[in-house]
């Protein structure tokens, strides 16, 4: 009882003393290296997920050549399996990065990757068996609509698959689409254009998705608008969130007015939660932003979260929407190395990394109150020349293990063909 009452009155004086010490907070955390891989760039979702049948952790990764492997890891008996080899795909050039395996579940419990021959086409591949990795995966190409950056989400019996069409390179010009499957991906519905700003004038016509959010009929997408009179990717700007009604295939304001089946060129300003400056970045940057994420609470409560730089700045920031527009709040004004935020309850969790990269950090925050807590602060577990943190996702519906992340060597990322780089997970 006496112990029980020392513990007691540890915990709580552990509590207060880091509740009135900002910057410190319970940092648990543990890194483990899960495989090596190339440079992939994975957007904010399909890395890993957790399957609580069968309790476990499945991810998807890039390993030599860019052939897709998964592992998964049981949490019944805390290891990590092989690797089984999804796809041979053998390529050596520099735009391979783009070829990335996405990760989903599809109804029946087989699991799915996802992967855009980028700027020509989209695969699927699924997995022989509900819940296992193990065994030959089907794989066959399910578009030719110029895909880029697939993003899927599964809706029951419905996948819908998101992606940008390279429309136009050149111009540069990519729109946004999505295909629907009503039976587990055999046949693909025609494409519906839900993001299309046309041949603006000055350029900014390309559609760079990063946060793809799914609550009950709603899907919210976070994207930026890049391009420019430089050309392909070359600049970014704004921040813009809207959400795709699944009850009738419309776009949506996140206040709920519909935009009809595309959001055009003369509607993006009613979607704008953020505005950048193109021009105004870091020496070490080349668009404003990083990776805006857009999450509707249990409560209803919206929050966009984000990365965003100026040459002076850098800032990590949580916005929650008012009903008409955002109330944001800097989470951090030391880097902006933004990578993914998760709804919880009713707070958000984020993971980012230090500007130095060394660090890779997750805090929770609750928009009623304000109240934010650390939920790691763990040392990247650099080897082979790595030297930046490139993605870092949560695990869908995660268990024990939080987030699956990558490194790179960020002056030789593209040329890199052998899987050399830690991909680690994060428990907390
Ligand atoms: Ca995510
Ligand atoms: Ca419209």
Redesign the pocket.
Known sequence: MVNLRRRVTAALLTGALLAATPGVAQAAGSTETVASGVYNCPRTDGVALYDATANKTFTAYGGTNHDIYVKAYDHASNAWSAAVRVATLNLTDDNAYHDYPVLTQLSDGRLAIFRAQHNKAAWLYVSPTPRSITGTWSGRRISTDLNTYPEPVVVGATIYLFYSQSTDLHYPYRTYRVIRSLDSGNTWSAPQTVIDSGRIADQFAEVYTFGVFRRDNRIYLSWSMHGGPQGHNKQGRNIYTAYFDTADSS?RTVAGA???????G??LGRVTAVTTNPADIPADKFLPEENPVTVRLENGTIVLGYGVHTRTTRRIVLATFNGSGWTSTTLDSTTSNFKDLVASGSSVEIVYASVDNKRLLSKRWTPAGGAVATRFDVAVPYSGGADTVFYADFVENRSSISVIASTINQATRNTVDDARWPVFAVRA
């Open positions: 776009m519909s935009l009809g089946t595309t959001i055009d003369s509607e």
